[in-house]
């Protein structure tokens, strides 16, 4: 009997294994139909700058389309893709929709502003990244000043040397680079002072904490002021409620991005919002931080 148990056990055990290895190689198989059938779509977050109130740049955010699935987020598909080295492929075609967008855009005569878009750190190894960049501002005739790369903290882990090479390289490129999800990665400030960005993101889990836990506000004062000692600007993630907006604003941060302001918008949406040169009314902002 025992024995009989153990041997159930061990197939249920196979059992699922096999079916998880099934789900993830459709998985697999479906990201490369969508590549093929050009089944991604971005859609676009406005980041908005504190002192004017205007929106000052946009977050592309890569979504599948998928006719069986519906629309799939990027954390459903983005870390097989890390795993299967599909994440090339989307990244260049995520790069590519960006620079083409803002070249649709620019010939409508619609005031554009720059373009961030997220890097994988191994999309980050590929050490043509620079020529992939300028080749890709080149065929669609956008500037660098209209292109931001977000990296990640952990991106420079596993040869740190290589990639702040390539980071110069992509500096001289002219583009813009911010670091994504700060202090959540490893956070190592001997090469943190290296990078040549131009932005750090506070992440939203600390923007999350901002008005009710006093750690989370004491973190991203410091980011904040770590940020301008170092001469960058200090932009926060997941920004949803008036109140976390007035702290940011007290605490002198540059940017923020989040529901409050608007959610992620399909193409259409974020054209709209920039035609009508959409903002945030921020004069009780101003009073907020007077009052301080
Ligand atoms: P991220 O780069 O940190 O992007 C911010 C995420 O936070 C987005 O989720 C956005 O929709 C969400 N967000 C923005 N404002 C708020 C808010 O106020 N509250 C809350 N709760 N969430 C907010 P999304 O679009 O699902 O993307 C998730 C992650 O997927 C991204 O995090 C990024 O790491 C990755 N990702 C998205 N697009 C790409 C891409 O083209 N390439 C790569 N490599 N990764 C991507
Ligand atoms: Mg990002
Ligand atoms: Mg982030
Ligand atoms: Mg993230």
Redesign the pocket.
């Given at each position: 009997r025992a024995k009989e148990g153990g041997r159930n056990s061990f197939q249920f055990f196979t059992q699922e294994m096999q079916n998880r290895l099934d789900a993830r190689m459709a998985l697999e198989q479906g990201l490369h139909r969508a590549l093929q059938r050009d089944e991604f779509v971005?859609?676009f977050?406005p980041q908005v700058d504190l002192r004017s109130g205007r929106i000052v740049g946009m977050?592309?955010?890569?979504?599948w389309q998928s006719p069986e699935l519906g629309l799939v987020?990027?954390?459903q598909f983005?870390p097989v893709a890390?795993e299967s080295n599909l994440?090339n492929a989307?990244?260049q075609w995520?790069l590519n929709k960006a620079c083409a967008t803002l070249r649709g855009w620019l010939d409508a005569g619609v005031p554009v502003v720059p373009i961030a878009?997220?890097?994988?750190a191994s999309?980050f190894s590929d050490q043509e990244m620079d020529e992939l960049v300028r080749s890709t501002l080149e065929r669609h005739r956008v500037a660098p000043e209209l292109l931001e790369l977000?990296l990640?903290e952990s991106l420079s882990m596993v040869d740190p040397e290589a990639s702040i090479a390539l980071m110069h390289r992509l500096k001289a490129t002219g583009i813009g680079m911010s670091i994504?999800?700060f202090g959540t990665g490893y956070s190592n400030l001997s090469y943190l002072k290296r990078f040549p960005v131009d932005k750090l993101?506070i992440?939203?889990s600390f923007t999350r904490g901002l008005t009710s836990n006093p750690e989370d506000r004491s973190i991203v004062t410091a980011v904040i002021r770590m940020a301008h000692s170092l001469g960058l600007r200090a932009i926060a993630?997941?920004?949803?409620t008036d109140g976390q907006l007035r702290l940011l604003a007290a605490e002198g941060c540059d940017e923020i991005?989040?529901?409050?302001f608007s959610?992620?918008v399909p193409e259409q949406a974020m054209l709209a919002m920039l035609e009508r040169g959409m903002g945030m009314d921020i004069a009780p902002l101003a009073r907020s931080v007077q009052r301080r």
């Open positions: 971005l859609h977050q977050e592309a955010l890569v979504r987020p990027p954390m983005i890390e994440i989307i990244g995520v878009v997220n890097v994988a999309q977000e990640t994504d999800d993101k992440d939203q993630e997941g920004v949803e991005q989040g529901y409050y959610r992620p």
